[in-house]
């Protein structure tokens, strides 16, 4: 059993988990994930590692309630514990100093952003990092970015914090300006197919990390397969992370819609027996 030493809500459904891990906390590298089960007949679902305390023991995670079981992880306090916890899993991010690095993360896409713009600023590159959201109650880690970034940009779709606008805005703000050598990119699949097809224009080499369309975390279910430069591959096992300009993002869109009224229905039944208790 994995407890839980700490517990944020960085919005109403969005949570910081802070677990006793030891053995992952050690091991794992930017990039790497879990895999995470509550009770015996749980999902599986797998979560990025947000950052790691190796002298602590502990990982962190950051969780989206989006259906079932990441609700179900969220309503856990202090001192419970997660039934299994197997990590850390994935290829890690591949971490070199390179120049110019523009980091882009939507959402709570920026929990698995920070450990690699920690990575690239510690291997001696400039990193600019954008942080987008709909609005400012939606920006999360913050003030842990800017400590690993020479340069924060926030941009919000409805201008209630930083510039109003969106991620590409800020990329091309950037890019316009100043010769950027890479580029990361992760959050939402179409926040992530636009950010690439921008950095396409500029001739800037990019890194897309597709963790949100895992499920089962092994290769074994399949839900996971994306085209890449016209070769299918599993986020899983393949990444998470890929050439942004060679992935099928319109197929990722497509593949992660396909259970979305089955989700919708069963959390609605979740919540509905939770209230009938």
Do not use: W
Request: proline share 3%; aromatic share 4%.
């Amino acid at each position: 059993m994995n407890r839980i030493v700490e517990k944020e809500f960085f919005s109403e459904n969005v949570v910081r988990l802070e677990i006793e891990a030891p053995r992952i906390a050690k091991a794992r590298r930017a990039g790497h994930f879990v895999i995470v089960k509550i009770g015996e007949t749980g999902e599986r679902i797998p979560l990025t590692i947000a950052s790691s305390n190796p002298e602590k023991g502990t990982i962190t995670l950051v969780i989206q309630r989006v259906g079932v079981s990441s609700r179900r992880i969220t309503e856990l306090e202090v001192g419970d514990e997660i039934t299994d916890l197997v990590g850390p899993l994935g290829e890690a991010t591949h971490i070199e100093k390179v120049g110019t690095v523009l980091a882009c993360g939507g959402g709570v896409g920026v929990a698995p952003l920070l450990p690699i713009v920690e990575a690239l600023k510690k291997a001696g590159n400039k990193v600019i990092t954008i942080l987008a959201a709909r609005t400012k109650d939606l920006i999360i880690l913050e003030d842990q970015i800017r400590q690993y970034s020479d340069e924060v940009i926030v941009m919000t779709d409805d201008g209630s914090y930083g510039k109003k606008g969106l991620v590409t805005d800020g990329m091309k703000e950037v890019m316009e300006r100043e010769k950027v050598d890479q580029s990361v990119i992760i959050g939402p699949a179409i926040m992530m197919k636009f950010a690439a097809l921008t950095t396409k224009e500029y001739n800037v080499p990019t890194v897309a990390s597709l963790n949100t369309i895992m499920v089962d975390g092994t290769g074994m279910c399949g839900a996971c397969r994306i085209t890449v430069g016209g070769k299918t591959k599993f986020v899983c096992v393949d990444g998470p992370e890929f050439d942004a300009h060679q992935v099928d993002f319109d197929e990722m869109l497509l593949r992660l819609n396909g259970y979305k009224e089955i989700e919708k229905g069963a959390e609605k039944e979740y919540l509905k027996s939770k209230d009938n208790k």
